[in-house]
């Protein structure tokens, strides 16, 4: 059986949930990534912020990214996978949730990211294929 922990990108880096969103893009940008978790002071994920959310839910409604918060972007409950999990899990949890990208719990604690990238590296051509279109619909 394959774990989410074999495939996934390790060190997740967060977005502290009061941090401007022009911190999450210098992030974004340094770390050459296109998502961060956001955080809470307790270390505990309080949600995802995209490139696309900075630029869709801040700068298009005229926000000013230098004092909007990634916290106030963190909408409802993280979608998350356990580290432990089965790979079919979290293809199912992507899918299910129309996610490109899960954060991987141990615990209480953020440990990594499992992407759609993770996947296509790992998993059959089939598994990849049908994750790829069930998350496009």
Do not use: W, Y
Not at 34 to 62: E, F, N, Q, S, Y
Not at 83 to 101: G, K, P, S, W, Y
């Amino acid at each position: 059986m394959t774990t989410v922990r074999d495939v996934m990108t390790q060190g997740a880096e967060c977005v502290k949930e009061g941090e401007t969103l022009q911190d999450a893009a210098v992030k974004m940008r340094d770390l050459n990534v296109g998502a961060l978790p956001i955080c809470g002071g307790d270390g505990r994920l309080k949600g995802m912020l995209t490139d696309r959310d900075i630029v869709v839910k801040c700068v298009a409604d005229g926000g000013d990214p230098t004092s909007v918060t990634a916290g106030s972007l963190a909408q409802g409950k993280p979608v998350t996978i356990g580290a432990d999990d089965d790979l079919d899990e979290a293809i199912r949890v992507m899918v299910e949730h129309q996610v490109r990208r899960l954060p991987v719990i141990d615990g209480h604690e953020l440990i990594g990211i499992v992407a759609q990238a993770d996947i296509a590296a790992s998993a059959s051509n089939e598994q990849t294929g049908a994750t790829v279109e069930g998350i496009s619909e």
